[in-house]
């Protein structure tokens, strides 16, 4: 098996696609469709995997899919592939599974448009399932270089194929279950029945309750009984979180949880951002007693992490400064839309265990536009623009002039990271940055933090022992005095969640924030999402394009090409 195509359907939909163990194109469907965590059927990340790698359907050797059984929906889809048989893995799973393939069964036959493109593969082709957090765990292990150690990986997140918890030991390259817990035991749930009382949404906004934490004062015991609670890497006090309530919104779902209705009043209580911060407290505090024992139980100091869970870099960064591990990989898409690269994985080394997996050390995984594409595209709307041999020169002398330039190049990003493809950037030297940046561009709330994209040689410079980290999974604490420098990206607690950017991995990205800190002494870029709040990030240049004259943009940077507008830079 060599071509592995992985598919999460579901909100968050997703495809990626693995060649020979290498994850070569990536991308969640809500890109392409401009719909924010978008559900429908993939098909248009499917269709770019496919293109991007010069193959097609008829190329693949499995489709693999991160549910239980493979649904009528999949079968339509991918007409001609063959379902294997159900593995033998104990009598509950087959029970489990054959009920979940009965259902696919019955459900209702889908009848395509006569126009619509299905993407028929050989019978040779298998169409496999593989449970929720398998595919997560996979994600996780078969990218984070620890082939040949023994590492724990955990795996946290609302609920998938009703686990919301299931730890493994990735050893040899295989993994072995440990332990799952249900619905019962979902810290996530917990943060997100908060993240919703606090009138955000459940599965999508978590990171806006981890933001405001740092302002608050956490208050001990001030909301137990609305969360697990863990000791020794067991649950010892289960909480009931009910049926979640699903509202269908244009392709998206809604979450609600009926604790939101009791927590709403412990919001009004506690104050918001108190209650933010004591539901900080409590997942780091439990998630630790969680996770730290099995470290011990399986004489491990290595730790990988998948799961929506994970998203939180202030528990990411409680982990690392834990002292209990040596290293410690959290995959950069660890929410569901990175289930389609897990299933993609797990599809290839469950049948090529013998090949060593390598550490990901690139998400520069999605569409790509060339300058002849992005000249094309800006004649064809009679815009004006300047051409540069190195694009880099006149950029870093405009960001230290403090203009917000966007900044379009190369392949987009996989995950929910920006990281120097589609980004706007400032300069990070002044406070208000941040402020001007949320009026003019982002409309996003003033308590959320910005970015910092520093050449991984200062790093040490900056933060408190720093890590190698890419892909701004977590945060630090920043040294003595660095907040005074570089104030626009340094929270209210004194954290920063870095991306180091090392020169192979992005030369053009590298050699702005390095002529940057030539001219102003800092190595450093504001970094935030080309989009602005509540849309996905920017895909192509015509939206780049709309997205620059509908914000306060001064400059928009596409490839080599050069917009600006008239009063600001070198615009008349
Ligand atoms: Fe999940």
Known sequence: MRVVLGIRHGHDAAASLVINGQIVADVAEERLTR???????????????????GITSRDLDAVVVPTASISETVRTFFPGGTIPGIEKRGLKRRLRNSINSYISTIEEKIELPVYYETFPVTKECKLIPVHHHLAHASSAYYTSGLFNQKTLVVVMDGIGDGCSTS????????????????????????YAAATEALGWRHGSDEWKTMGLAPYGTPRAGALHGYYPEFQDGNVMVRHNFGEPGRFPDHGCNHYHLTDATPLQKKVEELGREHFAAEVQRVVEEQAGKLIYPWLKKIQTRNLCCAGGFFLNVKFNQKVWYSGNVDIHWVYPNPGDAGLAAGAALYGYFSHNSEKPSEKLTSMYLGP????????????????????????????????????????????????????????????PLKAENKDIINACV?????????????????????????REESFMVTSFTVKEG?????????????????????????????????????ITGEYVLLNTSFNIKGEPIICNPREAIRCFFDTGLDALVLGDYLLTKPGCCDGS
């Not at 493994?168 to 035991?185: A, I, K, P």
């Not at 570089?486 to 991995?505: G, L, Y």
């Open 442 to 466: 982002k409309y996003r709330e003033a308590f959320r933090p910005f970015t910092p994209s520093m050449i991984h040689e200062v790093s040490d410079t900056y933060l408190l022992d720093a």
């Open 368 to 427: 790509s536009y060339d300058n002849e594409d992005i000249r094309r595209i800006i004649d064809e709307r009679k815009l004006r623009y300047t051409y540069h041999e190195d694009i880099t020169d006149i950029t870093a002398g405009m960001l230290a002039d403090n203009k917000i330039i966007a900044w379009f190049q190369g392949r987009m990003e996989s995950g929910p990271r920006a990281l120097g493809n589609r980004s706007i950037l400032m300069s």
């Open 167 to 190: 730890l493994w030991c990735g050893e040899r390259n295989h993994l072995t279950l440990l332990s799952t817990l249900d619905s019962t035991s979902s810290l996530a749930w917990f």
């Open 482 to 518: 660095i907040k005074e420098r570089i104030p626009a990206v340094v929270h209210v607690d004194n954290t920063a969640r870095p991306q180091m950017v090392k020169r192979e991995s992005n030369p053009k990205y590298y050699d702005l924030i390095k002529k940057f800190g030539d």
């Open 35 to 53: 719909k924010k965590n978008d559900g429908s059927f993939p098909e248009n990340a499917i269709r770019y995997c496919l293109k991007s790698a």
